[in-house]
């Protein structure tokens, strides 16, 4: 059985032991959130031995070379020592520099990287409060805008450590911590007349905001139709602002989704899934975007796919629940 020293200690895993758990389990401290290999809080770094490869997906290729590995789904099969503070050495200081409360339930937040920070408008960042609460956000921003700040969207939880500081004025001005970019949910230019379809939910908003503005800045050409949905309109934002862009942009069409209200100019009511497939007749060729909730950016995929769009040009960010 493998066996792993880490912080002075010796543990024997079985080859069915989680090595997350496992570390939990014998009261070593390792942070974590979504144990999905998402948030890559939980990010180790192998010393001695090597990691399965399969604990490595999503990681860059330096940060594999040099032994990085997401406890969360490693299954050991051969001895190792960890280090846990490694990690820290790949995150990038910042701090809060404004809040700003976009409805009732969302609040953006700038942040400001404290070195040089390269990303695309879509992926997300995790981010680190000075006593080790981490979570992973959407960046709503284009690295050329905001004075270089990082904008996100919090939505705010009753009773949320992370959301609930950064909704209040102690998070002004604290130094926080910042872990990527990850994901692959980005605009690329080269196709500039190709139709684009950007759908979300909730605070998958943000990636979409960020994606939009990148693709209207590249000097796109084709349709561009973002879809947000919500169960009341008191969980829409940013509804002015895209009005404003889709009447100084002739390609760029804005439509709204709700689950309970009345219906309007521009506004569905019903399920956002069901709204979007009865847009149109096929979706091939299009350039699809989806993000927010995990089950609806699921099932909405597939239904899209079904519908004659091609599963490569289908970008999901599923948003994964976290602790409170």
Not at 95 to 109: C, E, F, K, N, T
Not at 155 to 164: A, D, E, N, T, Y
Not at 218 to 246: D, F, K, N, Q
Not at 292 to 298: E, I, K, T
């Amino acid at each position: 059985m493998p066996r792993v020293h880490c912080d002075g200690r010796d543990l024997t895993l079985s080859s069915d032991d989680n090595l997350l758990d496992a570390l939990l389990g014998a009261g070593v401290q390792v942070a974590s959130s979504c144990r999905a290999g998402a948030c890559q809080q939980c990010l180790v770094k192998a010393v001695r031995g090597v990691p399965p490869a399969s604990a490595q997906s999503g990681l860059k290729d330096a940060q594999r070379a040099q032994g990085y590995f997401l406890a969360c789904q490693a299954k050991l099969t051969e001895d190792l020592t960890l280090s846990l503070s490694a990690a820290r050495e790949l995150d990038t200081p910042g701090s809060v520099v404004s809040l700003d409360a976009l409805s009732s339930s969302v609040v953006r937040v700038l942040v400001r990287p404290g070195a040089a920070f390269e990303y695309r408008a879509g992926q997300y960042v995790t981010l680190i409060r000075s006593d080790g609460l981490a979570r992973s956000y959407s960046l709503a921003s284009r690295p050329d805008s905001d004075g270089g700040c990082l904008e996100l969207h919090v939505r705010v939880f009753p009773q949320g450590r992370m959301s609930g500081w950064l909704a209040s004025a102690r998070a002004l001005h604290a130094e926080v911590s910042l872990r990527g970019p990850l994901g692959e949910c980005f605009y690329v230019p080269g196709q500039p007349a190709q139709p684009l379809l950007l759908v979300g939910t909730g605070t998958g908003l943000a990636p979409l905001w960020g994606i939009l503005h990148d693709a209207l800045a590249a000097g796109h050409t084709g349709p561009i139709e973002l879809w947000h949905g919500a169960r009341t309109a008191g969980g829409l934002y940013l509804v002015s602002e895209l009005e404003a862009l889709a009447a100084r942009h002739r390609n760029f069409t804005y439509r709204r989704c709700l689950l309970e209200g009345p219906a309007g100019v521009g506004v569905e009511l019903g399920n956002l899934d069901v709204a979007v497939l009865a847009s149109a007749t096929s979706f091939e060729g299009r350039r699809v975007f989806l993000c927010g909730d995990a089950q609806l950016v699921q099932q909405t995929k597939r239904k899209i796919f079904l519908k004659g769009a091609a599963m490569r040009e289908i970008h999901a960010d599923a948003f994964l629940a976290s602790p409170a």
